[in-house]
């Protein structure tokens, strides 16, 4: 299913962030959204997510208008959400962070045994405390949780943050082959340039709350057209 944004207006406690942004996201497609600090990306997530209402426009996710949806009922659309900082339950092993994920009442063992696949480290490690793993683990482990909601689109925030270099790679790597092998749908913020081109079939360029820009394959491929929507 595809992912429509139409012409939103969002913000907090009256303070406008997102104006009149429209984007859209093809079923199979990752598209990436970037921009500087503060430009309204992680706010663009929350509004498809549903943790924020829209003062105006609407997000329509294939035949569904979410606009009025509670984030809960998105994510019984098939909306996975995997917030920046990872907000992995400190105090909760990586299994109990996991069991957060499932949709209620799914107890599907096979969503389980697919996020082992792709991040074996869970496995090994799913009776330690969540807040005790590195930076990289805890993002495998907000991406494993995600996944065991078994979702058709995957809203992704800055999976490179906090996370070391030679980790990064593995993380992208492993993203592109969940939309390969699953064919989930993928939107991520990210202002790493190299996650950016080996993980991006489009792009969006956001500045001060709008979608400025749309790079295709081809501009993703010029660092120099990338950079310059990146630099603070
Ligand atoms: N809960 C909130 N209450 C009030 N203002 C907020 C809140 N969250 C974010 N903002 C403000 O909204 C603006 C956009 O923030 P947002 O987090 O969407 O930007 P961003 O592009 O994701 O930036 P970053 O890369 O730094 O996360 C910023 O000015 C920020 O201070």
Redesign the pocket.
């Known amino acids: 299913m595809s992912l429509e944004m139409t012409t939103v207006t969002a ?3 009256g ?1 406008p ?1 997102l104006r009149d942004v429209s984007c859209h996201v093809a079923q199979g497609e990752i598209v990436g959204v970037m ?10 997530l ?1 509004t498809i997510m549903g943790l924020l209402e829209p003062d105006s426009g609407s997000v329509r996710y294939g035949d569904a208008d979410l606009t009025d949806r509670s984030a809960d009922e998105r994510a019984g659309f098939g909306i996975g959400y995997v917030p ?1 900082g990872r907000d992995v339950f400190p105090g909760l092993t990586v299994e109990e962070n996991l069991l957060i994920g499932e949709n209620v009442g799914s107890g599907d063992e096979t969503l389980y045994d697919r996020v082992y696949e792709y991040f074996p480290i869970l496995e090994e490690r799913a009776g330690q405390d969540a807040e005790t793993m590195s930076g990289g683990q805890q993002q495998m482990l907000a991406i494993g949780r995600a996944l065991v909601g078994d979702p058709d689109l995957l809203l992704v ?2 999976p490179s943050e906090g996370v070391q270099p030679s980790i990064v790679q593995s993380i992208t790597e492993d993203l592109a082959r969940i939309n390969d092998d699953l064919g989930t749908t993928i939107l991520f ?1 990210e ?1 790493n340039l190299s996650v950016i081109q080996n993980l991006a079939d489009r792009c969006y360029a ?1 500045d001060k ?1 709008r979608i400025v820009n749309e790079l295709d394959d081809t501009d993703i491929e010029n660092r120099e057209k990338l950079a310059e929507h990146l630099v603070v």
Do not use: C, P, S
């Open positions: 913000g907090y406690e303070t962030i921009g500087k600090n503060g430009v309204g990306k992680t706010t663009l929350k920046q925030d800055e913020v202002q956001m709350g």
